[in-house]
């Protein structure tokens, strides 16, 4: 069976500072890979997604940014944090053998910006 | 171009009254349609999904949805409602043959009382 994977849990960073959050899966192979970002009260805001290695589509223009160095394993990075990042960010994959690409969410990460 | 519609940011029932969500589509090609429940500080799960084979679906945790071309509705049900559904629940459109990265509503909160 497929297990996604997010780290860390929780993240209290000060403005200014760098972001690095982890999102690997397992189970599948050359999976669709998906960043979400819900902030406090709100929807799903799609950030990024990817359908292969090193191949990264931005949905939003933002200090945000996201690679995927190995198949199973996407990143989303930051090199200065604002206030406005700061929200419950999750991961998601579909398989692109499904008609459906339903997507599979991972357990997120809550993310505050002091 | 898809969209979703949820009725009602925010419903409320007594435990083991009927739950009814309310979801309400637009695709200019038939849909893929999927439902998922959001708990608190959690990623969001598969409640269930709509692929054209029956009109009718049923999902986990004693849910089912029914698709009506002719309404452009997904509703959610449930029979009887217990305390540990109290969550969030997100609808999703997803055009056949179209992008595979889906529409989700804006949510809808559903609030259990004992």
């Known amino acids: 069976s497929q297990t996604i994977h997010q780290w860390p849990a929780t993240l209290v960073q000060p403005v200014g500072s760098p972001l690095s959050l982890e999102c690997t899966v397992e189970?599948?192979?050359?999976?669709?890979l998906y960043w979400y970002r819900q902030a406090a009260g709100r929807g799903l805001q799609l950030l990024f997604y990817?359908?292969?290695?090193?191949?990264i589509s931005s949905e939003v223009p933002q200090n945000l940014s996201a690679s995927r160095p190995q198949d199973r394993q996407f990143i989303l990075s930051s090199k200065k944090l604002l206030l406005s990042d700061s929200g419950f960010y999750l991961c998601?994959?579909?398989?692109?053998?499904?008609?459906?690409?339903?997507?599979?969410f991972g357990p997120g990460t809550r993310l505050t910006v002091t | 171009a898809q969209s979703v519609t949820q009725l009602g940011s925010h419903v409320s029932v007594s435990e083991g009254a009927l739950v009814l969500l309310r979801c309400n589509y637009s695709?200019?090609?038939?849909?893929?349609l999927f439902w998922y429940v959001q708990y608190p500080n959690q990623g969001l799960q598969l409640l269930l999904k709509?692929?054209?084979?029956?009109?009718l679906v049923k999902g986990i945790n004693g849910f089912e949805a029914e698709f009506k071309k002719s309404e452009t509705s997904f509703h959610l049900t449930k029979p009887s409602a217990h305390m540990s559904d109290a969550a969030e629940y997100f609808c999703?459109?997803?055009?056949?043959?179209?992008?595979?990265?889906?529409?989700f509503g804006r949510g809808t909160s559903l609030i259990v009382h004992p």
């Open positions: 998601a994959w579909s398989h692109i053998g499904t008609a459906t690409y339903e997507q599979y």
């Open positions: 189970g599948t192979s050359n999976p669709n």
């Open positions: 990817s359908v292969g290695i090193g191949q």
């Open positions: 695709s200019s090609v038939p849909p893929y």
């Open positions: 709509y692929t054209s084979a029956a009109t």
């Open positions: 999703a459109v997803r055009a056949s043959g179209g992008s595979y990265i889906p529409t």
